[in-house]
């Protein structure tokens, strides 16, 4: 995961890094950088939990479960009205979890998102306006790729871990083989269609860290707030591997 270059200044010295963007991109005013921010979420686990959540009463509880699981890294996506305050409560609560935001698309999602305590930013694809709001964001990203193109384009500007999406749609293992010869500085977490069967022919793979995923946490276990079953499923999750072998 991407995050902006350490400025050469002592420590004790602080230091305004300045981001080259169009003058039509808005810069937001920056905002405290959660101190739980990972270097990168694509060490953390195997699985990075892809989370829809209803209810934002819910967001600790599931929290608790997928970490006392073994996935401390939670992407909880913009998808509904409770995501924001879904992230607010992990970051509050649940200080073993590193809570991130998923599908954001916009520079004002992202400045809120950092605002609620996100540790990390995934959206599904970039511009190089939403890009600029995600390096000055200060917290690792995962801008979202499905071709060769936007990946060279990514490297060009000096992003090395990118969202695969949609994994499946996109080709699959296939495709991200065929991109490991030509681009092998380039590291995936991909997403979208992976399940706990195909999930180690992914995590075999050299280019990619983790896979992402939302099979641990089914609607149905949501709904019936069944943390009990969160928790097996992510400790499923969390041993998997390359080749389908525990960990």
């Known amino acids: 995961m991407s995050s902006p270059p350490p400025s050469s200044s002592a420590a004790s010295t602080p230091v305004s890094v300045p981001v080259s963007v169009p003058e039509s991109v808005p810069v937001s005013v920056p905002v405290p950088v959660p101190?739980?921010?990972?270097?990168?979420?694509?060490?953390?686990?195997?699985?990075?939990?892809v989370v829809v959540l209803q209810d934002a009463a819910d967001a600790v509880p599931l929290a608790r479960?997928?970490?006392?699981?073994?996935?401390?890294?939670?992407?909880?996506?913009?998808?509904?009205?409770?995501a924001l305050d879904a992230i607010?409560?992990?970051?509050?609560?649940?200080?073993?979890?590193?809570?991130?935001a998923g599908t954001v698309i916009t520079p004002e999602q992202v400045s809120a998102c950092i605002a609620a305590g996100a540790g990390f930013l995934v959206s599904p694809g970039w511009t190089d306006?939403?890009?600029?709001?995600?390096r000055t964001s200060g917290v690792p990203?995962?801008?979202?790729?499905?071709?060769a193109s936007e990946v060279v384009a990514l490297l060009e500007r000096g992003v090395r871990e990118m969202k695969f999406f949609p994994a499946q749609a996109a080709g699959g293992t296939a495709y991200l083989r065929s991109l490991a010869g030509p681009l092998p500085q380039a590291r995936f977490?991909?997403?979208?269609?992976?399940?706990?069967?195909?999930?180690p022919e992914y995590l075999a793979l050299p280019n990619v860290g983790c896979v992402g995923g939302s099979w641990m946490?089914?609607?149905?276990?949501?709904?019936?707030?069944?943390?009990d079953r969160v928790e097996r499923l992510a400790r499923a999750a969390a041993a998997l591997s390359a080749g389908g072998t525990c960990r």
């Open 35 to 49: 101190v739980s921010a990972p270097a990168s979420v694509l060490d953390l686990a195997p699985v990075l939990p």
């Open 65 to 82: 479960a997928l970490v006392a699981g073994g996935l401390p890294a939670i992407e909880v996506t913009l998808r509904t009205p409770a």
């Open 88 to 100: 607010r409560a992990i970051a509050g609560a649940v200080p073993d979890a590193v809570v991130g």
């Open 129 to 134: 306006v939403l890009l600029a709001a995600m």
């Open 141 to 147: 990203f995962l801008p979202g790729v499905s071709t």
């Open 189 to 199: 977490c991909p997403t979208g269609g992976i399940g706990p069967e195909s999930a």
């Open 217 to 227: 946490v089914p609607a149905e276990a949501l709904a019936a707030r069944d943390w």
